[in-house]
């Protein structure tokens, strides 16, 4: 049970890391967008779009972050079951490890669904109008 | 002029279009909830152009624009999502909702103003 508590604070650190990740970049993006709107500078398609990267980056380590939880919580519904009763361990380890791979599933989805063009290079610029 | 109105959660997304939006001869509202965006449309805000973000918490860009259709003065206000998603079964579903188009970030900016310039028909 040691080392799944180990697991569960590592896990808080990472998420707490791409917390502070999330504000960083934000607060940077929105000190340049100001400055450029302060100085009226136009910005070329190049600029625009690496500063769109944030948002890209905001929701990808939101998505994680969504992983992270769901890690946490089937590691404390196992270590509840354990405590309980140390007959059940075999048959919740396996709960475990379905709800692990469910949760790897889903944040693997996020990372295509939230990538936009830059995971997907047979997306064109080209708006789709209906 | 015309005024077009801009949903999406992430305020850094929102600086990005408000970037490239900056030079046209449109009037932009921003908002960070498409709910708050809903209730002034109720209010008697009249849109001439929505452009929305697809996965947003409270309520989603599908949800806001079902609501938008079932207000009378939005029932057909042109509806551009603005998303990461690529999926061709999202694509399908937002235009079996009466969307008008969808784009995916990161947005070329060029693209975007021609998007806007075409819908809203401003001189080129």
């Known amino acids: 049970m040691m080392i799944l508590n180990s697991v569960e604070e590592l896990l808080q650190h990472i998420k707490e890391v791409q917390l502070d990740v999330i504000d960083l970049s934000g607060d940077s993006l929105m000190k340049m967008s100001g400055f450029i709107e302060k100085n009226g500078l136009e910005v070329d398609d190049d600029i625009s779009t690496a500063l769109q990267y944030q948002d890209i980056i905001t929701q990808q380590l939101n998505a994680t972050i969504e992983a992270i939880d769901s890690m946490k919580k089937s590691i404390e519904i196992f270590s509840h079951a354990y405590k309980s009763d140390e007959g059940l361990a075999n048959e919740s380890i396996e709960k475990l490890k379905e709800k692990l791979s469910v949760t790897l599933q889903d944040a693997k989805d996020k990372k295509s669904r939230f990538s936009g063009k830059t995971a997907d290079s047979s997306v064109d610029d080209e708006i789709e109008f209906f | ?124």
């Open chain 2, 1 to 124: 002029m015309p005024l077009v109105i801009f949903v999406d959660d992430s305020e850094t997304a929102l600086a990005s279009t408000k970037m490239v939006t900056n030079s046209m001869p449109i009037e932009v509202k921003q908002y960070t909830e498409a709910q708050v965006a809903l209730a002034e449309i109720k209010a008697g805000m009249v849109p001439d152009l929505i452009i929305t973000d697809l996965n947003m918490p409270v309520m989603n860009g599908f949800e806001f624009l079902k609501a938008l259709r079932a207000v009378p003065a939005t029932q057909r206000t042109p509806t551009l999502m603005l998303t990461t998603e690529t999926k061709p079964e999202l694509k399908q579903q937002g235009k079996a909702l009466g969307l008008t188009g969808w784009i995916v970030k990161p947005f070329n900016p060029a693209q975007l103003k021609q998007a806007i310039t075409r819908v809203l028909r401003l001189p080129a």
